[in-house]
């Protein structure tokens, strides 16, 4: 079965320190991977995306992530955190098969510490 | 360029009755989907709309239908409400002539926020 698992659900940071959001995904196909952001009462935001092409993926608002087929992983990073990061992440995956439904991990909230 | 608008933006409904959503998708997309997001939650996939038809449907009863017009447009429809199926619905276009391919970015709606009493 095709899933998405976001490892955390809640992550605290502080400030300009490193942020990391965890996603592994179970690979039947080839996988396109995703990381939506959702801030209260907006909709969901393309952070970035993956689709085959180069596996270190850069995204808006200095976010990136590196998907790793050996670990079946596609994890979030940010080299330093704003406070406007404070927000839900949620990794999504979809695949190229005539199902192609898309499936959201549970979501990461992350807060941000002054 | 407007991005996916959806509404109403909140409403409340009783047990039983029955509730429409509306869902105009960016300019030149031509697929729909709808999802279902309850507190605390992921979205979950509830169906897809591309020419009009429903082509993937997620785990939902038929109480979930749906339409899309030959404008795009879509509309959600519960019937026989429960209250688990209060929750926020989220709309998503995408394709702009991409179809249902898995690599489509979607663009979302701020979604519908259905509370059942």
């Known amino acids: 079965a095709q899933s998405v698992t976001q490892l955390d659900s809640h992550v605290s940071v502080s400030e300009g320190t490193p942020v990391l959001l965890r996603c592994n995904y179970s690979?039947?196909?080839?996988?396109?991977l995703f990381w939506y952001v959702q801030h209260p009462n907006k909709g969901l935001q393309l952070l970035l995306k993956y689709t085959s092409a180069a596996t270190l993926v850069k995204g808006i608002n200095g976010f990136e992530a590196e998907f790793k087929k050996s670990e079946t992983s596609f994890h979030l990073t940010k080299p330093s955190a704003h406070m406007s990061d404070a927000a839900e992440y949620f990794c999504?995956?979809?695949?190229?098969?005539?199902?192609?439904?898309?499936?959201f991990g549970s979501g990461t909230r992350l807060s941000i510490r002054p | 360029d407007a991005g996916v608008t959806q509404s109403p933006t909140h409403l409340i409904k009783t047990r039983g009755q029955q509730v429409t959503l509306r869902c105009s998708p960016k300019s030149g997309h031509d697929t729909v989907s709808w999802y279902q997001q309850a507190l605390g939650q992921g979205p979950q996939f509830i169906f897809q709309y591309y020419e009009e038809e429903e082509r993937q449907r997620g785990n939902f009863p038929d109480r979930f239908s749906g339409h899309q017009f030959p404008n795009y447009s879509s509309e959600l429809n519960v019937n026989a409400l429960l209250l688990g199926d209060s929750a926020l619905y989220l709309c998503a276009s995408g394709g702009a002539g991409q179809g249902l391919s898995g690599a489509n970015v979607l663009t979302f709606g701020a979604g519908s926020r259905l509370t059942v009493l």
């Open positions: 999504v995956v979809t695949y190229y098969s005539s199902a192609s439904k898309i499936i």
């Open positions: 690979s039947s196909y080839s996988p396109s």
